[in-house]
């Protein structure tokens, strides 16, 4: 697609619930992130992919959260027994970058975002 | 560790104001890049620029200008001649070559521009 489409865009759920959250990134774009956002903050680090595998997962909160790309395009992000704390936005963006022969070689290295999925914990 | 401070947590200015945003990050490695983004209250964060440590040229684009001073650590984001539609959260961020592909945000400034 032209963008990063995120969806559901809100999301209503009761404490204690499971929610999936959806990201589909820019046609082509190879490096897929996750971030959360509070009222009033930046937004922070959760997790990043190259490709199918996740890079970095330094920055998931708990063993509750969790991420997937499976053919290294859409992601979920995925998140157990969801407490009140985890109220926030959380935003996808995906970035084209080139692997090379003898490491990874950045193209630009901007990260376009999407509008993000507003999670409400009741 | 790497951090960036966006002191102003709110500005507002009358349309057709000059307004510059102030940024001051912190890091230890030599090569990293700054960014700024725009989010709009539709919520979607749009890059405005980035820049890298060895360029240190400022850079004009339209009514929005940057300057980068290494000496001091910060990346402050200029709009001339603002507009109403120039209303929007800013976040100045940072990524270094230490922090694999993780952007650091600072907290954002709320600029609101009256007509």
């Known amino acids: 697609g032209a963008g990063v489409s995120q969806t559901p865009s809100n999301k209503v759920t009761e404490k204690g619930k499971y929610v999936e959250l959806r990201c589909d990134p820019i046609s082509g774009h190879t490096a897929l992130y996750w971030y959360r956002q509070s009222l009033g903050q930046g937004p922070e680090f959760l997790i990043y992919f190259q490709g199918t595998g996740a890079a970095d997962d330094s920055g998931l909160p708990n063993d509750r959260f969790f991420a997937v790309r499976p053919e290294g395009s859409v992601s979920t992000l995925k998140i157990q027994r969801t407490e009140r704390g985890d109220s926030a936005v959380y935003l996808c963006?995906?970035?084209?970058?080139?692997?090379?022969?003898?490491?990874?070689?950045?193209?630009?290295?901007?990260?376009?975002f999407g509008a993000g999925t507003r999670l409400s914990v009741l | 560790a790497q951090k960036v401070t966006q002191a102003q947590t709110e500005i507002s200015v009358v349309e057709k104001e000059d307004v510059t945003l102030d940024c001051v990050y912190e890091?230890?490695?030599?090569?990293?890049?700054l960014f700024w983004y725009k989010q709009p209250p539709s919520g979607e964060l749009v890059f405005l620029i980035r820049r890298n440590s060895f360029d240190e040229q400022n850079e004009i684009s339209g009514r929005y200008s940057w300057n980068f001073q290494k000496s001091t650590s910060s990346f402050n984001f200029t709009i001339t001649a603002s507009q109403v539609v120039d209303s929007a959260v800013y976040f100045c961020a940072l990524i270094s070559s230490g922090s694999a592909r993780q952007l650091t945000f600072g907290s954002g400034t709320q600029l609101t521009v009256l007509p």
């Open positions: 890091t230890r490695d030599t090569t990293y890049y």
């Open positions: 963006a995906s970035s084209l970058i080139l692997v090379g022969g003898t490491g990874i070689k950045l193209v630009k290295n901007i990260q376009y």
